[in-house]
């Protein structure tokens, strides 16, 4: 007898949600920006740049430094990006303890689906060991017509487990990522460590979240009640 439960697939944003990345990342960007002549604090850089594509941002950082980002420092941010990464990232806290049991409840329909470029996103599910549970399931908006706050990676995560978007899961930790989900039209939990910046969980709901969590120990319990 199959179980019943409110939703038959779970989706995970990447950084922020299944890993701890989000600090490095704009640590980095932070310093990258600096060099390029913009200082700004890392609260500004949350608010700036978390969950959003550095390439839709190289209008304000132009605006902000003077100077127009080309390839070569995209290129280079990157490369310094996964040094820092690869020495650094850590599975979310309880991740680990969650996966091995919504797995099974969810007969395998889990996903990561996010905003980041592919190298990136498999760089940290295999350093922190999380990709065998998303091996197959892994969908990068960098590879969809449009990526967050667009629906689509979202989109091609159910279609791909074979669920309607409506009867999703969406975990999400950036208000533009909770606009993706939202409009994909899935259902979004936002996840919200106590690290991070003041006002963002007023973002979150404004943005579609239906309820906050901030242990990853409580998703088992919150997606099957």
């Known amino acids: 007898m199959t179980l019943q439960i409110p939703y038959q697939a779970i989706l995970f944003d990447c950084d922020g949600v299944l890993v701890d990345s989000e600090p490095i990342t704009l640590d980095v960007l932070r310093q990258c920006l600096n060099d390029l002549g913009w200082a700004l604090s890392f609260d500004a850089c949350v608010e700036h740049f978390l969950g959003r594509a550095l390439e839709h941002q190289l209008g304000l950082i132009h605006r902000h430094s003077g100077q127009l980002p080309d390839a070569a420092w995209i290129a280079h941010f990157r490369q310094q990006r996964d040094i820092a990464l690869r020495e650094k990232v850590q599975a979310t806290p309880g991740i680990k303890d969650a996966l091995p049991e919504l797995f099974p409840r969810f007969e395998g329909r889990i996903a990561c689906a996010s905003g980041a470029d592919r190298r ?8 922190t060991g999380l990709l065998p549970w998303f091996e197959g399931r892994v969908f990068s908006g960098h590879e969809m017509p449009q990526t967050k706050p667009a629906p689509d990676v979202y989109l091609a995560a159910a279609h791909h487990l074979g669920v309607e978007p409506a009867r999703s899961l969406v ?3 950036s ?6 989900g939202v409009a994909a039209g899935a ?7 106590a690290t991070r910046p003041a006002g963002l969980a007023q973002a979150l709901l404004g943005a579609g979240a239906i309820c906050l969590f901030d242990d990853m120990k409580a998703l088992k319990q919150l997606a099957f009640a």
């Open 187 to 193: 259902t979004v939990y936002g996840f919200l460590p």
């Open 175 to 180: 208000p533009t990522g909770v606009q993706a």
């Open 171 to 173: 975990i999400e930790d």
């Open 120 to 127: 990136k996103i498999e760089l940290q599910l295999t350093t």
